[in-house]
């Protein structure tokens, strides 16, 4: 059976029985306390005080610094939360996983070995989620007046992930962002963002190659200087991780020999995991 490790990325310890329960490396982020069960952000080289703003990415940032050297090569990393998790097969898709997993068949679905179908790829990406579908009430509350001055938005077809980005997240945070990376990204996630309109959602993935691992993390982390910290409400706060988000998906796409696979979203905290 080919090894991996699934690190699941909390910011509370009361995670951690349901987290052993699944197998899954709990990972405890930011400043809260944890027990010496759980592998943490905030030794060695970190900035894991900055976790209200990178989210996981403090974590991320903790791997690469303290421990990517350390890991085998060809062996699967990957990365989830509480709520989102990867699934066994792929035969169903995210959407559809979502209605039919419930407390009572919950582990029969959880990924629990490599699938064979990963064996000729390096990366495997979350299924891309579709930023083109907002209800017509999201819209009203959040860009009535972008829409009625452009009233082509209204046409599913004419909306991307840069727009999505403007509304939800900050006008014209995106394109900042955009301009602190290197040429050979800059013009590649550029076209990217107005090109698509559906992007590998939940910073989540797994890669087995530490030279892609680590070229992906050297990317990244150039944004501070221009959004800094003074950054408030959700859509705000988390801006470095909504951005590495978008990043990501592009980023392992363009870099890598990577497959889609499903995910879905099924809160193990709000719904006790009936455990055996």
Known sequence: MTHFKLFCLCLESHHLQNLKYLNYIPVGLGQNKFSEEWLTDNKGENISTKNPFYAEYSFHYWLWKNRL??????????????????????KIKSDELNKVVNKNNFKDYILKKIPDEWSNYEVILGDEMAVNNYKLSKILKHAKLKFLMNPE????????????????????????????????????????VVTKNSFNRENMFFCRSKKLLNEYYKCLGKCEDVFGFNLHGYSKKRIYAFLAERFVSYWF???????????????T????????
């Open 253 to 267: 796409q363009k870099n890598s020999n990577y497959a889609n696979w499903p995910i879905f979203f099924y809160d």
């Open 153 to 192: 938005l209204l046409f599913k077809k004419n909306r991307n992930i840069k727009l999505h980005f403007d509304i939800f997240h900050g006008e014209g945070y995106l394109e900042k962002a955009i301009s602190l990376l290197d040429k050979k990204d800059r013009d590649g996630f550029e076209e990217f």
């Open 269 to 276: 905290n709000a719904n006790k995991l009936i455990l055996k």
């Open 69 to 90: 050297s350390e890991l085998q090569d060809n062996e699967w990393l990957g990365f989830c939360g509480y709520r989102y998790h990867w699934s066994q097969q792929s």
